[in-house]
Structures are given as C-alpha cells and as structure tokens.
Nanobody
Framework: QAQLVESGGGSAQPGGSLRLSCVAPENIMRRYCMGWFRQAPGKEREAVAD???????KYADSVKGRFTNSRDNAKNMLYLQMDTLKPEDTATYFC????????????????WGRGTLVTIDS
C-alpha cells in the first residue's frame, strides 16, 4: 500500500516555481530520512534532495541554490520548493523514505511514493 503520497506537480514556465508536497505516516515522517528523486523520460532515476530526521539537508549539484527541501513533522509533510525552474527539471518526482527509524539517508531509501509529474516548458 502507498504510504507516501506526492502532490503539487504540474506545468510551469522556465524561471517559474512549483512546490511539491509529500504526506507520510507520522511514525515515518518523524523518525526517517526523507528525500526526493526524479526520473526524466529515457533517463535513470536520480537523487534530488534529502533531509535527515535531524533536519540536515543535502542537494544534488544540479538543483543546489534553486530547490529547498523541508519537513514539517507536526503536519507529517515533506516539501520541495522548486524555484528558477529549467526545462531540464522536467521529470516525474518521487518522495522517498529511508530504511528505518533514525537510519541515515546514506543508507538509501526503502519506501517510495508513486510520483508526480513536473513539466517545464515555455
């Protein structure tokens, strides 16, 4: 069953902004590493950003300075604010959670949402 559910995808013009959201069960949101991945057509899935349960965040070089990953544990929500969007940001974006309570993001992800499509096109 899907435990992670993304929303907020859609279309935007280059230079625009979108905010993705992911809702997760409380026990996961409060104690797991959470992250965002994306997969463009014909390409492999790649990591975009992750955030440890402590709040420490990391970003792929391609999105650093443009995307902001944040978590609101009180609302069981993970957000990806995407600014200064580029056509190469077009992809299906997936929310993911780590491999267990307090496991670091460096251990990889074990839970996945179904994805939300983001299209950047003028």
């Amino acid at each position: 069953q899907a435990q992670l559910v993304e929303s907020g995808g859609g279309s935007a013009q280059p230079g625009g902004s979108l905010r993705l959201s992911c809702v997760a069960p409380e026990n996961i949101m409060r104690r797991y590493c959470m992250g965002w991945f994306r997969q463009a057509p014909g390409k492999e899935r790649e990591a975009v950003a992750d955030i440890e349960w402590t709040g420490t965040a990391k970003y792929a070089d391609s999105v650093k300075g443009r995307f902001t990953n944040s978590r609101d544990n009180a609302k069981n929500m993970l957000y990806l604010q995407m600014d200064t969007l580029k056509p190469e940001d077009t992809a299906t974006y997936f929310c993911a959670a780590g491999r267990g309570h307090y496991a670091s993001c460096t251990n990889g992800m074990a839970l996945w949402g179904r994805g939300t499509l983001v299209t950047i096109d003028s």
